[in-house]
């Protein structure tokens, strides 16, 4: 029973170009939350996604940051025109119904976007 | 924001010894949890702690919920080698599924 798949591990991107971070959930997850983690930061939530509807985006930059989870498909967080500061670890974590942590609440082992 | 406080930032231990850390908030959480994350690697979940007063173990670990719900503890006992790794405490509200972090606690443990 596969976990929580991410990728790529690493990435890096060039200022100014798009940075596509993909996520699997487990097996028989239907509900996919992103973090970003700063160096010697705590994870940070992002967005809350349920198949084809955002739920929770509260932690989303306004703008260059999108996130989907499509009917078929893995869930993408897309960043455009990345700068410096979007560099960070990016962890997708998981669960089969909401209120998430209280059924199991599984992270991957994160994407880390460096951006030049 | 919310805010959950983890001092200090980093513990060092000697092998066999116990070791406690504790996670405050200034706002009521109604589930509190505990991550190890591993250098490269996501957070692993060690404990989940649902109820005001709880005392829960898993193996060597045993965590509480704090009676005002603003805090918590989590016990290591006689440490080994491997419990090296990043500690972090984390609260949810229940309204909705996001969980938030405190900014961790790194522990060395001596051999």
């Known amino acids: 029973n596969a976990g929580v798949m991410q990728n790529p591990r690493h990435l890096v991107r060039r200022r100014g170009q798009e940075a596509r971070l993909r996520c699997s959930p487990m097996k028989g997850h239907s509900h996919v939350y992103w973090y970003r983690q700063l160096p010697e930061e705590g994870l940070k939530f992002m967005v809350y996604l349920q198949k084809e509807n955002i739920i929770d985006e509260s932690g989303m930059p306004k703008e260059r940051f999108s996130a989907e989870f499509p009917k078929e498909g893995p869930s993408i967080l897309r960043i455009q025109q990345v700068v410096r500061g979007d560099s960070a670890a990016y962890f997708c974590?998981?669960?089969?119904?909401?209120?998430?942590?209280?059924?199991?609440?599984?992270f991957g082992s994160g994407t880390r976007l460096t951006v030049v | 924001g919310q805010q959950l406080n983890q001092s200090p930032q980093s513990m060092f231990i000697q092998e066999g010894e116990d070791v406690s850390m504790n996670c405050t908030s200034s706002?009521?959480?109604?589930?509190w949890l505990w991550y190890k994350q591993d250098p490269g690697e996501g957070p692993v979940l060690l404990i989940a702690?649902?109820?005001?007063?709880e005392l829960t173990s898993n193996g060597r670990l045993t965590a509480q919920f704090g009676i005002t719900r603003k805090d918590s503890f989590l016990n290591i006992s006689a440490s080994i080698p491997s419990d090296v790794g990043i500690y972090f405490c984390a609260g949810q509200t229940g309204a909705n599924s996001k969980l938030t972090f405190g900014k961790g606690i790194t522990l060395s443990v001596r051999p």
């Open positions: 974590a998981s669960s089969p119904v909401s209120g998430g942590a209280n059924y199991g609440y599984t």
């Open positions: 706002s009521i959480f109604n589930t």
């Open positions: 702690l649902y109820k005001a007063g």
